[in-house]
Every structure is written in structure tokens, then in C-alpha cells.
């Protein structure tokens, strides 16, 4: 076994009777370690009784689950390749991918397997597996013995750069980012840890946690979100790794709450009290990471508004332990660290393994006392008398200084700045408060609401705000 697998199986036996995972199944049901390790057995069977070897490509078209979690570490262990994606990704999207990505499998469930025919790519794809059908004995077989160099976990990045790339997780990447993330995230006693994004709850099992998995769409409204949260609400959930939309439309109903943190997007002035003021009983920070390095930096959340709200900076904090953090000559923030992922899968449908020792987030920002700032995106800024203003730092400066705004976006277009608003305000006001920090002059746009990508559900979706303009 790769040294991740090993992890796993010792985790499961030193916590045997110990409560692994909680998730919602028409009611709330808690499955132990060695129930785990038994579903996970009867994986491994399936696969060996029908040919799914190592180096088998499976896709994964099946909503996120306990089965799931343990159809994929079944297949960690046996060396099976899985890709997990997005399935709010566009079709064009699917096609452009699995011409480098070439799937044996996809893995269906009895609700997604309905679906398929309405993604081309996916129905391409005539080998399907149906994870509600995998059942059987638990016996021990033989495991393979798995490189750790071996590609485990085959992501996409959110394309926020450009096109999608597919990030190759190998076995040694995979034990990269849990000793990261151990090393840098305290932990009382035997946490139970709720998060929003699926794949951190592979951390929490390797750790011998306990993983609660809320099936829960962040871009519901807030109703539907709290309906489904309500029923762990006798769950003694003590930490949560979330985005600032969960926190903003989740009902605080964890009691035992000690730690949450919050990243994937960065907030504004009244979006940060607000989730202060919510889990006000916890310890709250802000968490800066990337596709490729899932933790950078850190900042208590008191710290981001104070700063924020004296000198309108988005603070990112210290960088974790093991992570070195520098700016180039462009603003980039650049990442260096030994869980820093490097395979991608290149056009040639090959393994490609960036040499450079430092990976550029195309995030914008400045290092200060040894602090992280956020400035923005990387190709969203003002250009005015040779000056570069970054929307994201415009923006910050407008709702903190005219806090009636809650929320606005900024874009230039053929030399013209505009702001657009979701209701109606004193124009004016902003106009002189602009004009004196930046110098230039502004034109108005009035929006429902600010778009957003509905794969990051907080990302302002500057392409569209552009065709408005």
C-alpha cells in the first residue's frame, strides 16, 4: 500500500469502534470505522470480480456520499484512477477535458444515472458503474502494491484563470496535504468536523475524526440550506471548513462549535461581521489557499474586519507552517511548499510535472511585516494616469467607506470606470470618496444582483459585469 492507504487502514483499526462519519439518509446515520472498513472491503470485491484494476480511469457522476467516500478510498488502495469534478461544469467543458482525461467508467447512482444522456461527453462513456448496486462479501484479497509516485485523484482547477486544467493528485500528494493540513490546524481531543468541501473529508477520516457531510447546494436559497442543515442539529459538531456563502445563509445550530474557517473567497467589510456576529461563540479565521496548495495563509477573523475597516486592506495573515509565500515583480503571489501539487495532464494526454519551484496563484496581493494582503484577480484592475488600482481593492475601499453599499462591482471598459450597484444610493457620496483616494470618475450601472460564478457562488463574475457595461 501507498503510504496515504496505509494511513487510512491504520486510522480504521486504532478507531475501530469510534464514529467515522455522519451523513443524511432520509435520516441521520452514523457509521463507525469498522463499518467503514467493511464497505470498503466490499469495493475492493466488486472491482476484483469485474476486472477494475490499477491504472482503470473511473469518472465520478454520482452525487457525493458515504458510499462514495467509500468506493474511493477502496480505490486508493487499488490503485484506480478517479476524476471528480464540478458537475455544474459546462459541457463544453466535459468535452475539452475528456479529450485528455479518457474515463473507462462512469460512476452513476440510481438518481444521476437518469441524467447522463443530457451530457454528451458523459454518455460517451458506455462502461458505467451504479453505486447503489455494489454490494457483497467483505473478504480480504490481495491489495496491490501502489507507488506513491502512482496518480490517486484527478481534480479540475475552477478555471478562474482561463480553461480548466486537470490537476493529477498522486498517492504522495495526497499524504503531502494531510501532514500540511496536521501540522498547521490545532485540534482538541477528537474533533467533529463538518465541511463543505467533499474532498477535505478524506483529511478528517485519515485522521481518525469524525466527518459529518451536510448534502447541502450553496447556491440554495437559504431556506433550503437551513432545511437540510436542521437535521444535524443534535450532530456535536466542533469544527467547520467552509465558504463565506455557507456561513452567510446557514442558521448557527452547532452548540459545540470551537473553530471555523472560512475560505475559497474573499469578503467584504459587512459580509465579515456578519459571520462574526453569527458564530460569535467560536474561534474564526480567515483561510487563503489554492487548488494547487490547499492552505497558504491565515487570519483571525477580528484581525480581517479591524484591518479592513482602519485601512480597507484584505488580510490573508501569516503564511502555515511548511508554506513560504513571496510577491514577483507583478503583484503575483507566488507559493512554494512540499504539498505543492505539480501534475497536470497535458495536451499530449500525459503526465506533466511542473519543474518550477514556485507555483503562481495569479492572485494579486503584497507582503507587509511579514502579513499576506489580498489586491485581486489577475487580469481584474483600472488602469488611470499609469496607475494600476485592482477592482477587488476599489471595491473593499467603496464598502467600507460608504457602508450603506453592502455590495458593488468595479470594471473598466474602453477607459471607462463603472460601479455597479444593487439599489439605488447617494451617487454623489461615492463619486467624491473616489475621486479623493483614487483620482478618477466613475459612471453607474444598476444590477439585481451582483453576478457571481456559480461554481465559487462569492467570485464576482467580472466577464459578465462586462457585457453589461
Known amino acids: 500500500m501507498s503510504k496515504i492507504t496505509e494511513i487510512f487502514h491504520q486510522a480504521a483499526e486504532e478507531n475501530a469502534n469510534r464514529v467515522a462519519f455522519y451523513s443524511y ?40 456520499s458515504y458510499k462514495l467516500t467509500a468506493f474511493m478510498i477502496a480505490a486508493f488502495r487499488m ?19 475528456f479529450r485528455k482525461f479518457e474515463p473507462d467508467y462512469a460512476l452513476v447512482s440510481n438518481k444521476t444515472r437518469f441524467f447522463r444522456p443530457f451530457f454528451r461527453s458523459i454518455y460517451q462513456i458506455k462502461k458505467t458503474i451504479n453505486i447503489d448496486d455494489i454490494e457483497g462479501k467483505a473478504t480480504d484479497i490481495e491489495l496491490p502494491d501502489i507507488p506513491d509516485d502512482e496518480p490517486a485523484l484527478l481534480t479540475t482547477t475552477t478555471g478562474s484563470t482561463g480553461m480548466p486544467k486537470i490537476v493529477v493528485r498522486s498517492h504522495q500528494d495526497l499524504f503531502n496535504q494531510l501532514e500540511l493540513i496536521h501540522n498547521n490546524l490545532p485540534k482538541k481531543g477528537r474533533p467533529v468536523v463538518l465541511s463543505t468541501s467533499y474532498i477535505y473529508l478524506f483529511a478528517v ?17 437559504a431556506r433550503l440550506i437551513n432545511r437540510q442543515l436542521a437535521h444535524y442539529a443534535n450532530v456535536p459538531v ?3 471548513f467552509t465558504t463565506p456563502v455557507f456561513c452567510l445563509k446557514a442558521n448557527n445550530i452547532f452548540k459545540n462549535l ?20 453569527k458564530f460569535y461563540k467560536s474561534q474564526n479565521y480567515i483561510v487563503y489557499g489554492a487548488t494547487e496548495c490547499n492552505i497558504m495563509a491565515h487570519c483571525g477573523l477580528k484581525t480581517y474586519i479591524k484591518n479592513l475597516a482602519t485601512s480597507y486592506r484584505s488580510t490573508l495573515g501569516k503564511t502555515f507552517k511548511g508554506v513560504s509565500i513571496r510577491i514577483d515583480d507583478d503583484d503575483n503571489i507566488l507559493v512554494s511548499c512540499n504539498a505543492l501539487i505539480k501534475g497536470f495532464i497535458n495536451n499530449k494526454k500525459e503526465y506533466d510535472e511542473r519543474k518550477e519551484e514556485w507555483y503562481n496563484t495569479n492572485d494579486k496581493g503584497f507582503i507587509e511585516n511579514d502579513v499576506l494582503y489580498y489586491r485581486g484577480k489577475y487580469n481584474y ?6 496607475q494600476r488600482y485592482y477592482n477587488h481593492e476599489i471595491e473593499q475601499f467603496i464598502t467600507v467607506s460608504c457602508p450603506e453599499v ?22 454623489i457620496k461615492i463619486s467624491d470618496k473616489l475621486h479623493d483616494r483614487f483620482g478618477f470618475k466613475v459612471k453607474y450601472r444598476y444590477t439585481p444582483q451582483i453576478p457571481h460564478d456559480r461554481r465559487h457562488h462569492t467570485k464576482t463574475d467580472y466577464k459578465t459585469l462586462y457585457k453589461l457595461a
Open 79 to 97: 490503485g484506480v484512477q478517479v476524476m471528480f469534478i464540478d458537475i455544474n461544469a459546462k459541457q463544453e467543458t466535459f468535452k475539452k477535458l
Open 238 to 240: 466542533t469544527m467547520i
Open 406 to 427: 453592502k455590495k458593488c462591482a468595479v470594471v473598466q471598459k474602453r477607459k471607462r470606470i463603472y460601479v455597479f450597484l444593487t439599489e439605488k444610493t447617494d451617487e
Open 25 to 64: 439518509e432520509g435520516r441521520v446515520v452514523k457509521k463507525t470505522y469498522r463499518e467503514l472498513t467493511h464497505d470498503i472491503k466490499v469495493c475492493i470485491n466488486y472491482f476484483n470480480e469485474h476486472d477494475i484494476h490499477r491504472g482503470t480511469k473511473i469518472f465520478i457522476f454520482a452525487p457525493t
Open 205 to 221: 477520516l485519515a485522521s481518525g475524526d469524525e466527518a459529518v457531510l451536510p448534502l447541502v447546494k450553496l447556491n440554495q436559497p
Open 381 to 386: 484592475f483600472v488602469n488611470y494616469k499609469d
Open 258 to 277: 470551537e473553530q471555523l474557517y472560512v475560505g475559497g473567497a474573499s469578503v467584504n467589510l459587512d459580509q465579515a461581521m456578519k459571520i462574526s456576529d
